[in-house]
């Protein structure tokens, strides 16, 4: 189940007494909500690689990504969220981390690549924002989670790094990174977001 028990019985209550939903609303936000940076990655041209390579040999990219970003987000005190297909969210409490763990997983794929066989040489598109969400434990609803899904999947490419406004302001002072700003329509919604370089 997506939910704990409380939550469960919250929404549920939710449904069968719409009459009382200003007061489980206010429930559902006092416990679950939390200002978090999500952090989305999407292994590039998965489908591609997939069809070149098979199914068994884009599962050992898979976990290849999983053995190098493991120790990463870990350092940074990551919260893995969860695992879909060549995705993963995590959850941090500040952007700096989030942005930190960003960098350092380019940096080791790009190290990785540097001596790993063609077959064996993968990029990753990653996608950050910044806002609250409810936070259900393995698993977080909001904004932010569909900004940096937006951002990591639908609009990076290769091995960019794409971060919301939010994620920006709180890290553009942070030496050594530099930021160049986009503009994108995507899904009806006008995205703000930033380049890192």
Same mark, same amino acid.
């Given at each position: 189940?997506?939910?704990?028990?409380?939550?469960?019985?919250?929404?549920?209550?939710?449904? *069968?007494?719409?009459?009382? /939903?200003?007061? =489980?609303?206010? @429930?559902? $936000?006092?416990?679950?909500? +939390?200002?978090?940076?999500?952090?989305?990655?999407?292994?590039?041209?998965?489908?591609?690689?997939?069809?070149?390579?098979?199914?068994?040999?884009? *599962?050992?990219?898979?976990? /290849?990504?999983? =053995?190098?970003? @493991?120790? $990463?987000?870990?350092?940074? +005190?990551?919260r893995l969220l969860k695992d879909e297909g060549d995705s993963?969210?995590?959850?941090?409490?500040?952007?700096?981390?989030?942005?930190?763990?960003?960098?350092?997983?380019?940096?080791?794929?790009?190290?990785?690549?540097?001596?790993?066989?063609?077959?064996?040489?993968?990029?990753?598109?990653?996608?950050?924002?910044?806002?609250?969400?409810?936070?259900?434990?393995?698993?977080?609803?909001?904004?932010?989670?569909?900004?940096?899904?937006?951002?990591?999947?639908?609009?990076?490419?290769?091995?960019?790094?794409?971060?919301?406004?939010?994620?920006?302001?709180?890290?553009?002072?942070?030496?050594?990174?530099?930021?160049?700003?986009?503009?994108?329509?995507?899904?009806?919604?006008?995205?703000?977001?930033?380049?890192?370089?």
């Amino acid at each position: 189940m997506l939910f704990d028990e409380k939550l469960r019985a919250l929404l549920k209550k939710r449904i *069968l007494h719409p009459e009382q /939903l200003t007061e =489980i609303d206010s @429930e559902i $936000i006092k416990s679950y909500t +939390k200002v978090l940076t999500i952090l989305k990655t999407d292994l590039a041209d998965f489908s591609k690689t997939t069809k070149e390579y098979g199914v068994i040999h884009t *599962l050992a990219l898979l976990e /290849l990504k999983n =053995i190098l970003i @493991e120790p $990463i987000m870990q350092h940074y +005190k990551g919260r893995l969220l969860k695992d879909e297909g060549d995705s993963l969210f995590i959850a941090f409490e500040s952007p700096d981390d989030a942005l930190a763990t960003a960098i350092n997983f380019k940096n080791a794929i790009s190290n990785h690549n540097q001596s790993a066989e063609n077959n064996y040489k993968f990029n990753v598109c990653q996608g950050l924002a910044t806002g609250e969400v409810i936070d259900v434990g393995k698993n977080a609803f909001g904004d932010a989670v569909n900004i940096a899904s937006k951002l990591g999947e639908d609009l990076a490419d290769g091995s960019q790094i794409f971060v919301c406004e939010n994620v920006h302001k709180y890290c553009q002072a942070l030496p050594g990174i530099n930021f160049i700003e986009h503009h994108a329509e995507i899904s009806d919604i006008t995205l703000h977001y930033y380049e890192v370089t």
